[in-house]
């Protein structure tokens, strides 16, 4: 793993976020009718992050095929961003020894992040964008931390 090039990675990845914010300000009139899309988006990566991320890192029959009962799973249940966010970090860093891998899970983060960034803009409507980027930067920060760290302590 290039250093520099997974900590671009990891920051290009959070941008995300600020790019579905940014979106969803100058198109509020779809907004409203998207709002489901993004989420079921957003469940559809996660999962399928999952599945891919375990692929990559070689795991066991036996593993993967609990793994993705629980990539299904995730498809149903709400979970917290903070959760979210430290899994997707993990998963950046697990596939950083592959360049290929890495550009895939990180574009991968990315979109849920236009995702995300939607959601929020969708369920703070009165907020201006100054206050909703304040919003992401939170939401997207255990990202940063989980990755970062992991980068530099391995």
Not at 60 to 85: D, P, Q, R, S, W
Request: no cysteine; net charge positive.
């Amino acid at each position: 793993m290039q250093t520099t090039s997974y900590f671009l990675s990891v920051i290009a990845s959070s941008l995300g976020i600020a790019a579905g914010i940014m979106i969803s300000t100058s198109a509020k009139e779809e907004l409203k009718k998207g709002k489901d899309y993004f989420v079921i988006l957003k469940k559809a990566l996660l999962a399928a992050s999952t599945v891919l991320i375990l692929n990559i890192i070689g795991a066991g029959t036996t593993i993967k095929l609990l793994a993705y009962v629980a990539a299904i799973a995730l498809l149903y249940i709400e979970m917290n961003n903070i959760i979210i966010y430290s899994l997707l970090g993990l998963m950046i860093f697990l596939a950083s020894p592959s360049q290929k891998s890495l550009i895939i899970i990180t574009s991968m983060v990315f979109i849920i992040g236009i995702a995300e960034g939607s959601i929020l803009t969708a369920n703070n409507r009165k907020l201006g964008i100054k206050s909703l980027l304040g919003k992401g930067v939170a939401d997207i920060f255990p990202l940063l931390l989980s990755a970062f760290a992991l980068g530099i302590i391995l």
